[in-house]
């Protein structure tokens, strides 16, 4: 997730004044929060990825971070396009769940009335090594039906979601953590759902889990009020955390699963292995004789659709 913040600090002999807005997230930014409501047990949204604040007088300012997730967060400053240059601009860091950290401190040359900073933010480490483990079915079911697999040309086309896989679910199914880890962040106040890429990939309800060795899973399409974990809970595999559900982009109910890392300042999905009661699911990847992407399906060992 790349989200960005403005913070803009204006000098004059009366006064001074400094505002951080974002500038606006989205689902194929790795599943973006908005604004935060008022806090439910169940729908308690884990807020803005992080906030930039500036801190000084005169000349010297510093600039600080908070990351609001549990779990490490990538920021990068910069300025933007035409702003004159200023030394140590642009930087990045890796700042660890829920802490505060001055990021850079900053000499402004005489004659600059304004400074405009932009604040990036993506959550995990890139330094993450994930490792080859077993995760296991989201959710308990007889049998199981896939509705879009990895690389599925409606919505998994993109770095961030190339690996995901939709499972057809009820509404209301209960959704399981896959494997052990902290849940990183949380959003759940949303209702409806939509085929409008730009409008309704944003209200999407989702849970992502940290796990240790630093990957994350995303579990998407929730139901509203439908979180029964806060951000900076321990769970364990099997334990439930939330309600399958319809919301945001989604034209049918389904559970959304992928495991993401930060590949540098970007959300970049990996292939996992899932083990069903069946088996583990695989996925042919056969063309057809076209040229055109075949739709993907569980191969031999797999649950059947």
Do not use: K
């Amino acid at each position: 997730m790349r989200r960005a913040l403005l913070a803009t600090l204006l000098l004059c002999p009366l006064a001074i004044a400094a505002a951080a807005a974002p500038n606006g997230a989205g689902w194929r930014s790795g599943w973006g929060i908005a604004q935060p409501s008022a806090a439910t047990p169940q729908d308690a949204d884990s807020g803005p990825i992080a906030s930039v604040a500036l801190e000084g007088a005169g000349h010297r300012w510093q600039v600080r971070v908070d990351n609001h997730l549990a779990g490490p967060v990538q920021v990068g400053l910069r300025q933007p396009p035409g702003a004159a240059p200023l030394p140590g601009l642009p930087l990045r860091s890796v700042l660890a769940g829920a802490s505060s950290v001055v990021v850079a401190r900053l000499q402004l040359p005489d004659g600059v009335p304004r400074l405009d900073l932009l604040l990036d933010a993506v959550p995990g480490d890139p330094a993450a090594q994930p490792q080859d483990v077993a995760y296991r079915l989201p959710f308990d079911a007889a049998r199981l039906r896939v509705s879009q697999a990895p690389q599925g040309r409606f919505s998994h086309t993109d770095a961030e979601n190339r690996d995901a896989v939709d499972f057809a679910l009820p509404e209301g199914t209960p959704v399981l953590a896959a494997r052990a880890g902290r849940v990183m962040q949380v959003q759940g106040r949303f209702h409806g759902n939509g085929g409008s890429a730009p409008g309704d990939r944003e209200r999407a309800n989702f849970i992502r889990i940290l796990h240790p060795d630093g990957s994350m899973a995303v579990y998407a399409h929730l139901q509203p009020s439908g979180l029964r974990v806060r951000s900076g809970q321990r769970v364990q595999a099997g334990q439930p955390i939330g309600l399958s559900g319809n919301t945001g982009y989604s034209t049918a109910p389904h559970l959304h699963f992928v495991v993401q890392v930060n590949a540098g300042m970007q959300l970049r999905s990996i292939p996992v292995r899932i083990v069903a009661p069946r088996g583990e699911l695989r996925f042919a990847r056969e063309a057809p004789s076209d040229g055109q992407a075949a739709p993907y399906r569980p191969a031999s060992g797999g649950s059947p659709l």
